[in-house]
């Protein structure tokens, strides 16, 4: 969904280095998520922010932090990658009702080596 | 805890036959339930959801699901499977506000629809 984009779109790193993931979305929502998919396992919530200064941490946030630089950008950072990180990350957005979907990003392929 | 089970890893139908997609979920309060679809290398797309009403939800793409509270499930389903509808499904479920909207996914059924 061109509303909402996520860069790299593919990282290979290695194991101990700092990795950051970067989200954008242009459909002016507050509300913005972190997930985590693994085959077999569905997607998995890492953090959520409700708005810039509402950070919340997900199901599986070991591991990861993140920053909401505005209302549009939301970051994940692996501060040290390890192999089990290795996975397809994708950030999503929605309104503030809770009655409606969430919109999600293309999607971040990580691998760590 | 709210949580999803999709019981079948993949579906195989043939084109033109029915499809459908089980999901079965549980809450404590009442539920909001979500289908989402991925086309590879692609996001989730939203196909249909519940959220209060008629059991029978018509969503994108031809595809329709039925909320049974008393079985707990919201199986997705199409009259006449296309190749195209090849992809990985994702039932979801999100308790109210108080729960924060979070929401929780099964783990994905693969659909292969064979010509």
């Known amino acids: 969904d061109a509303d909402v984009t996520q860069t790299p779109r593919n990282r290979i790193t290695k194991t101990g280095k700092r990795i950051m993931l970067e989200c954008s979305q242009t459909?002016?929502?507050?509300?913005m998520y972190w997930y985590r998919q693994d085959p077999g396992l569905g997607l998995r919530l890492i953090y959520y922010?409700?708005?810039?200064?509402?950070?919340n941490k997900g199901e599986i946030s070991d591991g990861y932090s993140v920053s909401r630089q505005a209302q549009a950008k939301f970051s994940l950072s692996l501060e040290s990658a390890i192999p089990n990180q290795t996975a397809l990350y994708f950030c999503?957005?929605?309104?503030?009702?809770?009655?409606?979907?969430?919109?999600f990003g293309p999607g971040t392929r990580l691998t760590v080596l | 805890a709210q949580s999803v089970a999709q019981p079948e890893d993949q579906v195989n139908v043939a084109e033109g036959n029915p499809l459908t997609v089980k999901c079965t979920y549980s809450?404590?309060?009442?539920?909001?339930l979500f289908w989402y679809v991925q086309y590879p290398n692609r996001g989730l797309q939203f196909l249909l959801k519940?959220?209060?009403?008629?059991?029978l939800v018509k969503g994108s793409y031809g595809f329709e699901a039925e909320f049974n509270k008393s079985q707990t499930s919201f199986h997705l389903k199409k009259p006449s499977a296309l190749v195209s509808d090849s992809a990985l499904y994702f039932c979801?479920?999100?308790?109210?506000?108080?729960?924060?909207?979070?929401?929780?996914f099964g783990g994905g059924t693969r659909v292969l629809v064979k010509p």
């Open positions: 999503a957005t929605s309104d503030p009702t809770g009655y409606n979907e969430q919109f």
């Open positions: 459909k002016g929502h507050d509300r």
């Open positions: 922010s409700f708005d810039v200064k509402d950070i």
């Open positions: 809450v404590s309060g009442n539920p909001y």
């Open positions: 519940y959220i209060t009403g008629d059991n």
């Open positions: 979801a479920v999100r308790e109210g506000r108080a729960a924060g909207n979070k929401l929780t």
